[in-house]
């Protein structure tokens, strides 16, 4: 496994939680002024939270309450929001900010033995061959070794395609921290995946 141009692949977009939309958000107009309901955003949002918060955690079962906490989240946070750039990139960095909570506590509950067996067969993509399939699932269960805030820098990296600097805006650390903890995260995959190949 390469540290350059791995690409896993996955649902894209992956199939929403129940009651979210389908379809990812349209493309961002330059600078929209709205005046959006929650009822709007979640429609117009929510497959975009969903998709994000499933390829993060790994597991459908917790998609669920993370789009609920983050619309939740968004009647306080959403009303100083102007335009949707603006409303976008505050509701990827509230996922992620909600997805690194669900990954410390499934590791809390692991350690007690309560945590529930992970599934991860809607991840890849119908269309990816056995071994690829295969691939993903592999790649997964060793993410779930990986530490928070490990894990989310490579996966928004490496499986969202966001650049460094985005990184490090969504996970609120500088791009050197960053850049340390992708390649942190990455080297424990490579020892973890050993005897893959790239």
């Not at 592999?138 to 894990?151: C, F, G, H, M, T």
Request: proline share 9%.
């Amino acid at each position: 496994m390469t540290s350059q141009e791995f690409k896993l692949r996955l649902v894209h977009p992956l199939p929403p939680a129940p009651g979210t939309v389908a379809s990812p958000a349209p493309p961002l107009a330059p600078s929209a002024p709205i005046e959006p309901t929650l009822e709007a955003l979640y429609e117009r949002y929510a497959g975009y939270v969903g998709a994000m918060a499933s390829r993060i955690l790994g597991r459908a079962s917790e998609v669920d309450d993370v789009v609920q906490e983050v619309f939740a989240a968004a009647v306080r946070g959403l009303t100083r929001r102007e335009d949707e750039r603006e409303i976008r990139g505050w509701l990827a960095k509230v996922t992620v900010r909600r997805c690194m909570r669900q990954l410390r506590s499934r590791r809390l509950w692991a350690l007690v033995d309560l945590a529930p067996e992970p599934g991860y067969d809607r991840l890849p993509d119908p269309g990816a061959g056995p071994e690829e399939r295969q691939l993903v699932v592999e790649v997964y269960r060793a993410l779930d070794k990986v530490p928070a805030r490990e894990r989310v820098p490579w996966l928004l990296r490496h499986v969202e395609g966001e650049n460094l600097e985005r990184v490090a805006l969504l996970c609120d650390c500088s791009l050197a921290t960053a850049k340390r903890r992708i390649a942190a995260a990455h080297a424990r995959l490579c020892r973890q995946l050993k005897g893959r190949g790239p």
